[in-house]
């Protein structure tokens, strides 16, 4: 079958390279695609932005299936135009895909489905927020209500930090609402599934690193690493997070005439009374699917198709094509990151990927013969290991292999896990 990809980022790139080994494929485009999808995928100029234009492309060349990877399409409503069109979709619709698109209707979602989560409030102006806040305790969580590219979290260490931290959502994108939450105390794990709408098919657990310091200090950004899967995520609680948080959500959304087709991603908090959702994201995680894609050993292509033609229950179960290794990606990202990153840094791979390591890429572009930094996220640099330590090493190994004078990278990925493994071996 012949694929379009939609995106340009390292998770696309990593969809790029695990669909490019898909035996039922035969041609893979990419829209827009970057330099490192472009060794998978023939790379198409399409504005993603204009529908109809899409559709046309799908209709020229044939395209079976079309994988949305980043969510400003979902929710712009791409994958309801493409099917409009006849076109099967890998991605919800608009409609379902404001689990993302705003955080309070999927805290309002949660509140009527009987779901975990925290305690929350949405405010409509500044100063209606400024009164709110008062009613929770420190530290303060605080989320724009729309998309705001992996930045729009802020966690407030004390009330003043809360009140400037309130004036720049509300003046920055997705602030037209924020929402304000009780600050949840546990261990944060990332938990994927794959819905036709109304079967699910779990797809793998990991745990991201949001914070841009070692030691998880700084500010949030859209993930500086990942590993997976995160043992922490028992088999007990992970029957939990799907019977109590994601089987309640996919049918809510269908009982609402909004069926959700595509990867789901729920990010979870353990805490000491249970898993409790701390948001969803309406498509696979970045970079969290570039470990999945490392570990995932089945035709990605074939399963994502069923998933878009509402055939999941015919899928194999993906337990036995993940295999039983860790997977560990590095992201190196331009200096000035989350901020104003330092872009057109010249980015020289080396022998990254001597070792088996891959290096997804992520905000980067051609100039001339040379690679260049063109975001702040530049590569994710990936690998596996029959231990967790053992994908650290091999991707750290590959990553002092890169030139890229502008770029830094956080140096404990793994670290939680890393340190639990250490005691038990004592």
Same mark, same amino acid.
């Given at each position: 079958?012949?694929?379009?990809?939609?995106?340009?980022?390292?998770?696309?790139?990593?969809?790029?390279?695990?669909?490019?080994?898909?035996?039922?494929?035969?041609?893979?485009?990419?829209?827009?695609?970057?330099?490192?999808?472009?060794?998978?995928?023939?790379?198409?100029?399409?504005?993603?932005?204009?529908?109809?234009?899409?559709?046309?492309?799908?209709?020229?060349?044939?395209?079976?299936?079309?994988?949305?990877?980043?969510?400003?399409?979902?929710?712009?409503?791409?994958?309801?135009?493409?099917?409009?069109?006849?076109?099967?979709?890998?991605?919800?619709?608009?409609?379902?895909?404001?689990?993302?698109?705003?955080?309070?209707?999927?805290?309002?979602?949660?509140?009527?489905?009987?779901?975990?989560?925290?305690?929350?409030?949405?405010?409509?102006?500044?100063?209606?927020?400024?009164?709110?806040?008062?009613?929770?305790?420190?530290?303060?969580?605080?989320?724009?209500?729309?998309?705001?590219?992996?930045?729009?979290?802020?966690?407030?260490?004390?009330?003043?930090?809360?009140?400037?931290?309130?004036?720049?959502?509300? #003046?920055?994108?997705?602030?037209?609402?924020?929402?304000?939450?009780?600050?949840?105390?546990?261990?944060?794990?990332?938990?994927?599934?794959?819905?036709?709408?109304?079967?699910?098919?779990?797809?793998?657990? #990991?745990?991201?690193?949001?914070?841009?310091?070692?030691?998880?200090?700084?500010?949030?950004?859209?993930?500086?690493?990942?590993?997976?899967?995160?043992?922490?995520?028992?088999?007990?609680?992970?029957?939990?997070?799907?019977?109590?948080?994601?089987?309640?959500?996919?049918?809510?959304?269908?009982?609402?005439?909004?069926?959700?087709?595509?990867?789901?991603?729920?990010?979870?908090?353990?805490? #000491?009374?249970?898993?409790?959702?701390?948001?969803?994201?309406?498509?696979? /995680?970045?970079?969290?699917?570039?470990?999945?894609?490392?570990?995932?050993?089945?035709?990605?292509?074939?399963?994502?198709?069923?998933? #878009?033609?509402?055939?999941?229950?015919?899928?194999?179960?993906?337990?036995?094509?993940?295999?039983?290794?860790?997977?560990?990606?590095?992201?190196?990202?331009?200096?000035?990151?989350?901020?104003?990153?330092?872009?057109?840094?010249?980015?020289?791979?080396?022998?990254?990927?001597?070792?088996?390591?891959?290096?997804?890429?992520?905000?980067?572009?051609?100039?001339?013969?040379?690679?260049?930094?063109?975001?702040?996220?530049?590569?994710?640099?990936?690998?596996? /290991?029959?231990?967790?330590?053992?994908?650290?090493?091999?991707?750290?190994?590959?990553?002092?292999?890169?030139?890229?004078?502008?770029?830094?990278?956080?140096?404990?990925?793994?670290?939680?896990?890393?340190?639990?493994?250490?005691?038990?071996?004592?």
């Amino acid at each position: 079958m012949n694929i379009l990809l939609v995106g340009g980022g390292g998770r696309e790139h990593a969809l790029a390279w695990k669909l490019a080994q898909s035996p039922s494929l035969t041609t893979l485009y990419a829209a827009p695609g970057n330099p490192g999808i472009a060794q998978h995928a023939r790379t198409v100029p399409l504005d993603i932005d204009d529908h109809a234009a899409v559709g046309a492309f799908c209709r020229a060349h044939a395209v079976s299936l079309v994988v949305i990877g980043p969510e400003a399409p979902l929710v712009a409503g791409l994958a309801d135009a493409l099917r409009r069109d006849g076109v099967a979709v890998f991605g919800p619709s608009a409609a379902a895909a404001r689990l993302e698109g705003s955080k309070g209707f999927a805290k309002d979602l949660c509140q009527r489905s009987g779901i975990p989560t925290a305690r929350y409030v949405r405010t409509a102006s500044l100063e209606e927020a400024r009164r709110a806040v008062l009613a929770f305790q420190a530290p303060f969580v605080l989320k724009a209500d729309g998309l705001a590219a992996g930045k729009g979290v802020v966690i407030a260490e004390t009330l003043a930090e809360a009140e400037l931290a309130l004036a720049d959502l509300f #003046a920055g994108p997705g602030g037209a609402e924020v929402v304000i939450e009780e600050y949840l105390h546990g261990e944060e794990v990332s938990v994927f599934a794959l819905t036709d709408g109304t079967r699910i098919l779990p797809f793998g657990s #990991a745990q991201d690193h949001k914070r841009v310091g070692d030691g998880d200090t700084g500010p949030n950004t859209g993930g500086m690493g990942a590993y997976a899967p995160a043992p922490v995520l028992t088999p007990e609680l992970c029957e939990r997070v799907y019977s109590q948080i994601i089987a309640p959500t996919v049918d809510t959304l269908r009982a609402d005439g909004n069926p959700y087709v595509g990867a789901l991603y729920a990010g979870v908090m353990l805490t #000491a009374s249970g898993p409790r959702l701390i948001e969803y994201n309406c498509r696979f /995680g970045d970079p969290e699917c570039q470990v999945l894609m490392m570990l995932y050993r089945g035709d990605l292509a074939a399963l994502l198709l069923r998933c #878009a033609q509402g055939e999941l229950d015919d899928a194999p179960a993906p337990d036995a094509h993940f295999a039983s290794r860790s997977a560990l990606t590095v992201v190196v990202a331009a200096k000035g990151y989350p901020g104003q990153p330092r872009l057109g840094g010249r980015v020289e791979l080396g022998g990254a990927e001597d070792g088996g390591a891959v290096v997804f890429q992520a905000g980067t572009r051609r100039e001339g013969d040379h690679l260049v930094a063109s975001g702040g996220r530049v590569l994710a640099v990936t690998a596996t /290991g029959d231990t967790l330590p053992e994908a650290r090493d091999a991707a750290y190994r590959a990553v002092e292999r890169i030139g890229f004078a502008d770029g830094f990278w956080r140096r404990d990925i793994g670290w939680r896990e890393l340190r639990r493994a250490a005691l038990r071996s004592r």
